[in-house]
Each structure stands twice: as C-alpha cells, then as structure tokens.
C-alpha cells in the first residue's frame, strides 16, 4: 500500500507562545477547513481530543490559537473539505 500526501495536508509553520495563548499557524488550501485539536496527555486516544479551533482557509495559510494554562501541550489539525 502506497499513500501520497497532497496539498491539503497542513504543515506546521510557526508556533508561537505568548503567556497563556499558542498560536499555530500552517499550510491551508483555500476553501478548507481546518480543525485544530489539542491534549496534554500524549496517550490520550485521538478521539478524545477536544477541539480547541476551526476555521475555513481562504488562502495558503492559517492561524489558530488554543487558550490554555496547561504547562505541555500536543496539538493535531484536521483538514476537510
């Protein structure tokens, strides 16, 4: 089995941390949407993880923010058209 990945799967570019907000940005696809779902319990089924942002991309890239006094973070982004 062979799998590609295409243009629609975000690359991470930048994550910036400013007290208790991260800020992710990545790589979008113009008319997607993007999800962003964090943790801070890596073992934590992916399932379980709680969306923390969502936005539809009008352009090539994206930020999201995730509000959180947690002192570790993981964080996952979901794109679907």
Request: charged content about 10%.
């Amino acid at each position: 089995m062979t799998y590609n990945a295409g243009p629609w799967c975000p690359a991470i570019t930048a994550v910036n941390c400013k007290q208790t907000t991260n800020t992710i940005s990545f790589t979008t696809v113009s008319g997607w949407t993007y999800t962003l779902l964090a943790t801070n319990k890596l073992t934590a089924p992916q399932s379980t993880w709680p969306v923390v942002g969502s936005s539809s991309s009008t352009g090539t890239s994206l930020s999201l923010k995730d509000v959180t006094t947690d002192g570790s973070r993981f964080y996952r982004i979901k794109a679907s058209y």
